[in-house]
């Protein structure tokens, strides 16, 4: 079995920064893909960026320049830093992460941290 734990999350003024980390824990033979997600209150759960094994990231268009994502191969761990926050970027950010745990990779996901902008 696979953990993802999220921390980081909080309450934060427009124009801050805060920082999301997910470590991964339990029977990890290696990890693939790994990504961040945000669910706003009454919408559908977006990608918000995605890392590979190697480095390369991607973010969605209404976050770039703004956030970057980046991971720990050695501590299963992966990082969203946020900065230039506004409003419209609160709600639940959730990681997750494709995980090989013997002969296939499967998807995890963490349990979701809040994040909440005031204007």
């Known amino acids: 079995q696979v953990q993802l734990v999220e921390s980081g999350g909080g309450l934060v003024q427009a124009g801050g920064s805060l920082r999301l980390s997910c470590a991964a824990s339990?029977?990890?033979?290696?990890?693939?893909?790994m990504g961040w997600y945000r669910q706003a209150p009454g919408k559908q759960r977006e990608l918000v960026a995605v890392?590979?094994?190697?480095?390369?990231?991607n973010t969605a268009d209404s976050v770039k320049g703004r956030f970057t994502m980046s991971r720990d191969n050695a501590k299963n761990t992966m990082y969203l830093q946020m900065n230039s926050l506004k409003p419209e970027d609160t709600g639940v950010y959730y990681c997750?992460?494709?995980?090989?745990?013997?002969?296939?990779?499967?998807?995890?996901w963490g349990q979701g941290t809040q994040v909440t902008v005031s204007s």
């Open positions: 997750n992460a494709n995980v090989r745990t013997g002969s296939y990779y499967m998807d995890y």
């Open positions: 339990g029977r990890i033979f290696s990890i693939n893909v």
């Open positions: 890392i590979t094994s190697a480095g390369s990231t």
